[in-house]
């Protein structure tokens, strides 16, 4: 396949006239100057990964804007995302995961990471398979195209005083042995799916999980991402610093062995000392913005983190809004209101759009140990290409800015791997998925 870019944008900057030769799902020859031949665009782009997703948390969303007694918070948020599992069977989580990864696709990411910790039927029963929900996880992704790295989340307890998991938490539950069990089988779906797919492991958070349950998971895989919630609520890190003598981050810098596979998600609420720590751990700080917000858990450290030389990717988390342009809106934005100046993560010689679309290629190809992130020979054809029709003679940075700070602009095509699964801004399978994605939200809603 053959793709031609009026403009492109490779690791060396923006170039015209560019040549992109995919084959077998990865990038066979990058030719600046090329003529027009195949395939033609206006603006070609590395896609990134969406590195930290929940959809089954989609068919929530606009269900819990409300405000319950007390002030509205994180915790209440969650319990009544508890009480909404019990409804869930495996085939409403397929139907769910098909249409977030059809969101996903036609907002520009290549890839999703789920953070996959629906594992059990109701009540915290075994399915048959064990990773009966994990399969049907793979089964969406292999339904829709978008590259997959999956991520078996262990979760053990309650909180880190050892207490019992309860309602709707009995779905997430496994002892180190059940999980070992649980993450073999997953990895067998996995192993089916296209061969751009991975599988790493998700210890769900401190709270969540033991030191020695954190250890164990290592040694279950041990290869590919780790991801772990961290330090995304100020009565998290009470609690972590009450049980544990140190604040969530401080605390795996000094115990664990975090390095460039690690993914440490939200991260929000750091000491200056733990992102300086994190940034130059070669980890990979997972945010999600338009989540964080709408949770209320605060602001990122960016201009402090990215001044170290910190990697960050983007990610939908709670699926309430997915939107690659507004997940980095939102982030520029909230450092802006935060230190009340503009175009606070630009450089030099990069607008505030390229400095996020570069960090959120990079950071998330890593994040979910993809060999993808830029367009160069050998790694994955993961490419957006960008339709300025609305807006044009934009040219170089502008077009990033202009994407990702205005509503001009779209996503015209897409590929995954080598797969053109985005066409004329549309999912090619959008209709069939959005159909049955449909039946599932009216049944779960008869029956709210």
Same mark, same amino acid.
């Given at each position: 396949?053959?793709?031609?870019?009026?403009? +492109?944008?490779?690791?060396?900057?923006?170039?015209?006239?560019?040549?992109?030769?995919?084959?077998?799902?990865?990038?066979?020859?990058?030719?600046?100057?090329?003529?027009?031949?195949?395939?033609?665009?206006?603006?070609?782009?590395?896609?990134?990964?969406?590195?930290?997703?929940?959809?089954?948390?989609? +068919?929530?969303?606009?269900?819990?804007?409300?405000?319950?007694?007390?002030?509205?918070?994180?915790?209440?948020?969650?319990?009544?995302?508890?009480?909404?599992?019990?409804?869930?069977?495996?085939?409403?989580?397929?139907?769910?995961?098909?249409?977030?990864?059809?969101?996903?696709?036609?907002?520009?990411?290549?890839g999703?990471?789920?953070f996959?910790?629906?594992?059990?039927?109701?009540?915290?029963?075994?399915?048959?398979?064990?990773?009966?929900?994990?399969?049907?996880?793979?089964?969406a992704?292999?339904?829709?195209?978008?590259?997959?790295?999956?991520?078996?989340?262990?979760?053990?307890?309650?909180?880190?005083?050892?207490?019992?998991?309860?309602?709707?938490?009995?779905?997430?539950?496994?002892?180190?042995?059940?999980?070992?069990?649980?993450?073999?089988?997953?990895?067998?779906? *996995? +192993?089916?799916?296209?061969s751009?797919?991975?599988?790493?492991?998700?210890?769900?958070?401190?709270?969540?999980?033991?030191?020695?349950?954190?250890?164990?998971?290592?040694?279950?895989?041990?290869?590919?991402p780790?991801?772990?919630?961290?330090?995304?609520?100020?009565?998290e890190?009470?609690?972590?610093?009450?049980?544990?003598?140190?604040?969530? *981050?401080?605390?795996?810098?000094?115990?664990?062995?975090?390095?460039?596979?690690?993914c440490?998600?939200? +991260?929000?609420?750091?000491?200056?000392?733990?992102?300086?720590d994190?940034?130059?751990?070669?980890?990979?700080?997972?945010?999600?913005?338009?989540t964080?917000?709408? !949770?209320?858990?605060?602001?990122?450290?960016?201009?402090?983190? !990215?001044?170290?030389?910190?990697?960050?990717?983007?990610?939908?988390?709670?699926?309430?809004?997915?939107?690659?342009?507004?997940?980095?809106?939102t982030?520029?934005?909230?450092q802006?209101?935060?230190?009340?100046?503009?175009?606070?993560?630009?450089?030099?010689?990069?607008?505030?759009?390229? *400095?996020?679309?570069?960090?959120?290629?990079?950071?998330g190809?890593?994040?979910?140990?993809?060999?993808?992130?830029?367009?160069?020979?050998?790694?994955?054809?993961?490419?957006?290409?960008?339709? !300025?029709?609305?807006?044009?003679?934009?040219?170089?940075?502008?077009?990033?800015?202009?994407?990702?700070?205005?509503?001009?602009?779209?996503?015209?095509?897409?590929?995954?791997?080598?797969?053109?699964?985005?066409r004329?801004?549309?999912?090619?399978?959008?209709?069939?998925?959005?159909?049955?994605?449909?039946?599932?939200?009216?049944? !779960?809603?008869?029956?709210?």
């Amino acid at each position: 396949m053959l793709i031609h870019a009026g403009m +492109a944008l490779l690791p060396q900057g923006w170039v015209k006239d560019v040549a992109v030769e995919l084959r077998n799902g990865r990038i066979l020859s990058v030719t600046p100057g090329a003529a027009p031949a195949g395939e033609q665009v206006e603006v070609l782009l590395p896609a990134p990964v969406n590195l930290h997703s929940h959809v089954f948390q989609r +068919a929530m969303a606009g269900l819990t804007e409300f405000r319950s007694a007390g002030q509205d918070s994180f915790w209440t948020w969650r319990s009544l995302m508890y009480r909404f599992l019990d409804r869930l069977a495996p085939q409403d989580l397929e139907a769910i995961a098909a249409q977030v990864m059809v969101e996903t696709a036609e907002a520009g990411f290549a890839g999703l990471a789920e953070f996959h910790y629906l594992h059990h039927a109701p009540g915290g029963a075994s399915y048959d398979d064990p990773a009966e929900m994990a399969g049907r996880i793979v089964q969406a992704a292999r339904e829709t195209g978008v590259g997959l790295t999956l991520l078996p989340v262990m979760y053990q307890r309650g909180g880190c005083d050892g207490r019992a998991l309860t309602g709707g938490q009995l779905r997430f539950g496994c002892d180190t042995e059940r999980f070992a069990q649980l993450w073999q089988a997953a990895a067998g779906h *996995v +192993a089916g799916l296209a061969s751009d797919a991975r599988i790493g492991i998700a210890p769900h958070s401190l709270r969540a999980v033991s030191e020695a349950g954190l250890t164990a998971a290592l040694e279950i895989a041990r290869d590919g991402p780790v991801h772990i919630h961290v330090a995304e609520q100020l009565a998290e890190v009470v609690e972590v610093q009450s049980y544990l003598g140190g604040r969530p *981050v401080e605390w795996l810098m000094h115990r664990m062995p975090v390095d460039a596979r690690w993914c440490l998600i939200h +991260a929000t609420q750091m000491a200056p000392q733990e992102t300086m720590d994190l940034a130059t751990s070669g980890a990979v700080t997972g945010l999600c913005p338009i989540t964080e917000a709408n !949770l209320g858990d605060g602001v990122f450290d960016a201009l402090r983190y !990215l001044g170290a030389g910190g990697a960050f990717g983007v990610g939908s988390d709670s699926n309430v809004l997915v939107s690659l342009r507004e997940e980095l809106r939102t982030l520029e934005y909230s450092q802006r209101l935060a230190r009340r100046g503009r175009a606070l993560l630009a450089t030099e010689d990069r607008s505030t759009g390229r *400095v996020l679309w570069e960090g959120a290629v990079q950071g998330g190809a890593r994040a979910a140990g993809r060999a993808s992130g830029a367009i160069a020979g050998g790694n994955w054809g993961d490419l957006v290409a960008l339709s !300025l029709k609305d807006v044009p003679g934009r040219t170089g940075d502008a077009v990033l800015d202009t994407f990702i700070f205005t509503n001009s602009g779209r996503v015209d095509r897409l590929w995954s791997a080598g797969r053109q699964i985005v066409r004329d801004g549309r999912h090619i399978a959008h209709e069939p998925i959005a159909a049955r994605f449909r039946a599932v939200m009216a049944r !779960l809603g008869a029956a709210l």
